[in-house]
């Protein structure tokens, strides 16, 4: 009989283990964008109220689209809310890439967003070097601390908050460890360019595959420049090429991708950036970093960072585009 018992074990662990996954595929709205979910289960699985849980939790908390969130009620002066653990690793990861780019990344940029017009409220009238200079005094990562007591203190009460650079990144690492915590090995995250993916695509026995969108490419035919393989990671991308704005009264072009030390809203020399990283906090927040940075300085940056890996795209002396890629990104791409 012991025997016998042995040998039904072992043939039971043998049919469940191999039991046939199916891909199942998620789709909805989050961020002000779209996202589209990927897995593998061997059984039908419900996920879409856990998701809503996931960003609704990540809204109320660092949403500057939510009149009630957290960080809306601390732009608006209110001193006394103690933050969630959303927002402190949110102010977590942008100390440290403040800290690392020397200010390049700075989520108190908000105030010139705003003025700029890329916020949610109406632009300044005229952007010129006086209003900038007035507005800059606000600017500034280490002019806010996160207290032990868990509430925001401010040196000017003007300051405002930003972290749409990172927080979108942050809220797919937030949907990757729900589906962790479901015990889904195999999956892709796709959240308005973001991405996070684990494991394998098992029908194809590969790796998932993403693309790197061309710079020319068109919203409603997207072309791709590059294609990878995205294992166990993340990867964010950022770029100028649409998102932009004129001024209605002098006509001057201001893009999204703000220099914090500067204050202005003019290109650098880099026009995409993506990056890959461990999470997609991390992936968002270099990606914008790298935008302000330009070419040059991003190289140098690149070099003293561990798990960091850059495809950047930019124009030369002559404004004729070039590609930049940090080697493990290269070992990466697809032929």
């Not at 689209?65 to 601390?74: A, E, G, L, R, V």
């Not at 209110?78 to 990344?105: H, L, M, P, Q």
Request: with cysteine; aromatic share 12%; net charge negative.
């Amino acid at each position: 009989m012991k025997g016998f018992y042995i040998i039904f074990i072992a043939l039971f662990l043998s049919c469940t283990s191999s039991e046939k996954q199916e891909l199942y595929t998620t789709t909805g709205n989050a961020f002000g964008t779209t996202f589209s979910i990927q897995l593998y289960s061997d059984k039908e699985i419900d996920i879409e109220k856990g998701i809503d849980s996931v960003i609704y939790k990540v809204n109320k908390s660092v949403s500057t689209y939510m009149p009630n969130s957290d960080i809306s009620k601390i732009n608006k002066g209110d001193s006394t809310i103690v933050v969630d653990a959303v927002f402190k690793e949110v102010f977590r990861i942008s100390e440290i890439v403040y800290t690392n780019s020397n200010g390049y990344f700075d989520p108190t940029v908000g105030v010139l967003r705003n003025a700029y017009g890329f916020g949610d409220v109406e632009p300044v009238e005229k952007m010129d070097s006086i209003v900038l200079d007035s507005l800059r005094k606000f600017v500034g990562f280490n002019k806010v601390s996160l207290l032990k007591k868990g509430t925001i203190q401010k040196k000017y009460p003007e300051i405002y908050f930003d972290f749409n650079a990172v927080a979108k990144g942050y809220g797919v690492d937030c949907i990757a460890n729900y589906l962790d915590i479901l015990h889904i090995e195999n999956y892709i995250i796709e959240l308005g360019g973001e991405l996070v993916a684990k494991g394998l695509h098992l029908e194809k026995k590969k790796p998932w595959v993403v693309g790197i969108e061309a710079i020319n490419s068109d919203i409603e035919h997207r072309s791709y420049e590059a294609k990878l393989k995205l294992e166990n990671s993340a990867m964010a991308s950022s770029g100028n090429y649409r998102k932009y704005r004129i001024d209605p009264v002098t006509g001057k072009k201001f893009v999204h991708t703000l220099n914090p030390i500067t204050g202005s809203a003019e290109k650098s020399d880099v026009t995409s950036a993506s990056v890959l990283a461990s999470t997609c906090g991390y992936a968002d927040a270099y990606a914008t970093t790298f935008m302000a940075l330009g070419l040059e300085k991003s190289k140098k940056l690149l070099e003293t960072l561990d798990g960091i890996e850059a495809y950047l795209t930019y124009n030369d002396s002559l404004n004729k585009p070039q590609i930049y890629i940090t080697e493990g990104f290269k070992n990466q791409l697809l032929d």
